[in-house]
């Protein structure tokens, strides 16, 4: 395999040894690797990780499906608040309306990708897809169920044939966005609501728009319609904080109340007793259907909450409040717990990993807290007085670095966690790293550079700047060598950690980097961009033959400077050989002759690999996008978070050299979805900081 690389400022020696090739490993890595998730942590009942959009009840009364804006509907189990099924598409944005079809065996799901998507319950197989031209919002089903409705963002509302998704008829006449629809009248007529403050009535044989009611300025955007178990009546509630109920057939107003705040979703009960709406004065509405008296005030213990159903027995209301669950009695207003329990306030947001797993590091908000998996009693807790940015531990796990958002970072021991160190600079501190010595660490983030300090006394030992933006990634080799480091101003940047210099930087033209993978200490590099493509430079290892002596090695730099190309070229090729323990006598020489210079550049940058203006490729195209990467300490394999929010899962792949491209070994979905990712050391174990509210370890299992 030859070395694709160009060197435009070097000699014609230079670009003849780099095409040459050198003696290298055509061998690429690719033995059986398996990543499997052992425990959990966290209570997840009835979380999602972005606001619920909807509520529906299964018909067998035991679940409840949700939808939300985490990419995600969710199945669980009411009384227990357990996850049944995950179900997603990749790139199917937020999620919205869902029914249920065929007693509950599929559902319809709306997507802010302007797809309706259909789902088989027991699998999550996505059985049809229906186009829609602008966001798909909320669906009405017909009661033969061989057609349905849904609304969109093209101010239309759209009947489809169920089992084909063949578009049968579009309803137009709205001015903006359709939020809303029922079916009544046995299945003949369609209502709709809309952001346009009106309320349509069509034909649905025909199409026709048979009456159009609005009532400005109470109506505002009509979020939501639901009928009575016998159709004959709706409720409405609006954005200009009123709910009321209509009459079916003519679209009059039986009784209009006020609520406290705008309305968002409105629901009748099954048994025809009650209508409940949800309002953004944070509290759940109870209203008598038939005169429309308020009969209870419920106050959620959240955000204001925005789906509401009733339970099939009109016993219980559960409510979505922001990415949770809750379900309150109708009777008592109380709000019951489910069998798992409460889910934690928030999601966590950093983490770090002890040797063999032994032991999780986890931060949330302004605190950290030590899992110890062998001996719960010495788990901690501790509590600092801002948000906590980052996490590290050394090579041995003997300390523990905290990145704090106004810059400090704080360095522990991890036996008694007596505080070592402490250091200060300016801006979030969003990536640390230990040197193998345990002894330095490198830190850098929102003050566009990067630091090395020493952990003693706290001492800054020099800065790498260049970057215009914040530093979202950095990266060390295994020797502690190179540093490589990723910015919002979308450059990669390769530098000398004991030098301080710049060594080379490649831009990319269009996405800013989000992630690296590394391999043979620099010479092979994964970027994720947060989209689909994956870009890498792939580069042959380089074989070391010889046992470096030193005298040798001067010797042939001296026949650097020799008037025959052989002799030259043969002198480039063995001190590549000697790999990357020749590059410090390479680069104390000093020489006065210029063409010497550049052919040692030269030998360094083959062994290195530096970047150069081509240096990465687009390798692979992936169903969904690629974000933050995490590098096997052994440097066998990356891990990266495939997708975003609650629908992410993990990906698991290897450097392919022979083909200077990746394969994928392994797509794992923990239905938590990934949102940081961190390797012990040892590369034993990896641990996830879920979407969820919870935070997963998984084991690495190596042929």
């Not at 009695?329 to 069998?339: H, I, K």
């Not at 030590?370 to 009693?377: A, G, I």
């Amino acid at each position: 395999m030859l070395v694709q690389m160009s060197f435009s400022r070097y000699s014609n020696d230079v670009k003849l040894f780099v095409c040459l090739g050198i003696s290298i490993l055509s061998f690429s890595w690719l033995g059986a690797v398996i990543v499997k998730e052992v425990e959990t942590f966290g209570v997840a009942s009835f979380q999602h990780a972005g606001s619920v959009s909807e509520v529906v009840c299964h018909p067998n009364g035991i679940h409840v499906l949700s939808s939300s804006r985490d990419q995600c509907v969710r199945l669980w189990e009411i009384k227990s608040g357990k996850l049944v099924h995950r179900y997603t598409v990749p790139g199917c944005g937020d999620m919205w309306g869902i029914r249920f079809l065929k007693n509950g065996k599929e559902f319809l799901a709306a997507s802010s990708s302007n797809d309706v998507f259909r789902f088989e319950l027991a699998t999550g197989k996505v059985l049809q897809k229906y186009a829609h031209s602008g966001t798909a919002y909320r669906l009405a089903v017909l009661p033969d169920e061989k057609s349905f409705i849904g609304t969109d963002g093209k101010n239309t509302a759209v009947l489809w044939e169920t089992a084909t998704g063949k578009k049968l008829r579009t309803f137009s006449g709205h001015t903006k966005d359709v939020y809303t629809a029922i079916i009544v009248n046995g299945g003949k007529t369609l209502i709709t609501g809309s952001e346009d403050k009106s309320i349509k009535q069509w034909n649905i044989a025909t199409g026709e728009c048979l009456k159009t009611i609005t009532d400005k300025p109470a109506f505002e955007d009509v979020f939501t319609l639901a009928t009575s178990p016998n159709k004959k009546r709706f409720a409405m509630v609006c954005d200009g904080g009123y709910a009321g109920v209509f009459d079916s057939a003519t679209l009059e107003e039986i009784w209009k109340t006020k609520l406290g705040e705008e309305g968002e979703v409105v629901a009748w009960s099954p048994d025809g007793s009650l209508i409940a709406s949800t309002s953004d004065d944070g509290n759940l509405y109870l209203f008598h259907p038939e005169t429309g008296e308020i009969s209870k005030k419920i106050k959620t213990v959240q955000k204001p909450h925005t789906p509401i159903t009733f339970t099939n027995d009109s016993k219980f209301i559960i409510s979505g409040g922001d990415s949770v669950l809750h379900v309150h009695s109708v009777e008592t207003g109380d709000r019951l717990e489910p069998e798992m329990g409460f889910s934690d306030d928030g999601t966590y947001d950093h983490l770090a990993v002890g040797l063999v797993g032994s032991r999780v590091y986890v931060s949330k908000g302004s605190s950290w807290q030590v899992l110890d998996r062998e001996d719960p009693e010495r788990n901690r807790k501790f509590t600092e007085n801002q948000k906590v940015t980052s996490i590290a531990l050394s090579d041995g796990g003997d300390f523990i670095a905290i990145g704090f958002e106004r810059g400090q970072i704080k360095v522990f021991d991890t036996s008694r966690f007596e505080l070592l160190s402490s250091m200060s600079d300016k801006g979030s501190v969003d990536g640390l790293a230990f040197l193998p010595d345990g002894k330095r660490l490198v830190a850098g983030g929102g003050n566009n550079r990067v630091t090395l300090w020493a952990i003693e006394g706290g001492r800054r030992l020099r800065d790498f700047e260049g970057h215009t933006d914040d530093v979202v990634a950095l990266a060390l080799s295994n020797d502690g060598e190179l540093l490589m480091t990723l910015s919002k101003d979308r450059s990669i940047r390769s530098w000398s950690v004991m030098a301080g210099d710049e060594q080379a930087e490649f831009k990319l033209a269009n996405n800013r980097p989000s992630g690296i993978a590394y391999f043979d200490d620099g010479r092979s590099l994964v970027i994720s961009t947060k989209t689909k493509n994956v870009l890498a430079r792939i580069l042959p290892e380089i074989r070391v033959e010889e046992v470096i002596n030193k005298e040798v090695v001067l010797e042939l730099i001296k026949q650097l400077a020799d008037d025959r190309f052989l002799k030259r070229q043969e002198a480039m090729e063995k001190l590549a050989g000697f790999g990357k323990a020749v590059i410090p006598i390479a680069e104390a020489i000093e020489t006065e002759d210029p063409e010497v210079e550049y052919r040692l550049v030269g030998v360094r940058d083959t062994i290195r690999g530096s970047l150069t203006r081509d240096a990465f490729k687009k390798v692979a195209t992936l169903d969904d996008s690629l974000g933050v990467l995490a590098t096997d300490p052994r440097g066998e394999f990356w891990v990266g978070k495939l997708g975003d929010k609650g629908a992410s899962r993990l990906l698991v792949g290897v450097v392919d050299r022979e083909s200077e491209g990746i394969k994928i070994l392994q797509t794992i979905d923990n239905e938590h979805g990934c949102l940081q990712l961190s390797f012990s050391r040892d590369g034993s174990h990896l641990g996830t900081v879920n979407a969820d509210g919870t935070f997963s370890l998984f084991k690495v299992f190596r042929e």
